[in-house]
């Protein structure tokens, strides 16, 4: 019986993980380089999905699965959940405004733990570090197996600590909103992990992970009918939702500025010009408006057409 849930368990993590990888590459987020590596995190936690599945397939004798395979099973299975929080730890770094494409040195940082990890799991095939099987082919654990809980969580952990602080000092609502989300991704592994050593016939890891992903996955789907496709930054929808929410959690000792914004002559720009130059226009602007808004503690929108709207809160003995 517990065999069978807990292959149910997987079987359903991975049709969850599997939705939100393919909607999220056929809503196009696999063309930004930041959501490539979410995509990336996902299909890592897919493998290791399908792996636990095979492995308990395998320790419950439904399948009959040689010891190498079994091990070999095993060090994929740590190896693809290491490679879902590095995956993860860049994707945050990327949320962070950092280009881990072209910060070479940050990237080799960040894989170190991964590679610690994949050099202690090739050498638990003669040490038995991390796993072993006895004489009678029966699975161990290691004297250094929570080494890779440590080294796996660890991105995880830091990345989301990071971020709440990075989340806590934004000065800008809607930016915050979004380094919450990030750091909140850790609470529900954090949680299903330490479960999950007392309990190890159950994979409430895995349900963690799926929640995870899940809540990311919805926070991004937000994210996308919130943001103008041409200028990057919010639509009008997303600038009445967090205006409303800003009004009523406004201090006493704080004004609200809200500010209308448009370009002079910018039909004499779409007609003499094309409206190639219109759009270069228009994303000149956003991207200044919005390089405002993040020094001081206000967001901004697209209201529509060549019409932009800030709102700025400020102390009430300062001026705009």
Known sequence: MEDLLYSEINIFSIIILLIIAFEAMLLGCDKNSKNKLFIASVWCAIISNALDFIWNLGKSNILSIPVWMMWLINFLYFLAFGCL???WCLYAEATHGNNIYKDKLRTVLCSIPLMVLAVILVCSFKTGWIFYFDEDNVYHRGQLFYMQYFLSYGYIIVTSIRT?????SESNYAYR???LTISAFAVSPIISGLIQVEFRYI?????GI??????????SLQALISID??????????????????TKSIEKNEKLYFIFID??????????YGHNEGDRILKIVSSAINEICKNVNGFCARYGGDEFAMALVLKKDEDI
């Open 177 to 179: 909103r979004n380094f």
């Open 263 to 272: 370009i002079d002559s910018f039909k004499y720009i779409n007609d003499s």
């Open 229 to 246: 496709p041409l200028t990057g930054i919010n639509n009008r929808r997303k600038m009445l939702v967090d205006l409303t929410a800003k």
């Open 85 to 87: 929080a590095f995956f």
């Open 164 to 168: 709440l602080v990075t989340a806590l």
């Open 203 to 207: 994979p409430v890891l895995t349900i």
């Open 210 to 219: 799926v929640v995870s992903f899940l809540l990311v996955y919805i926070s």
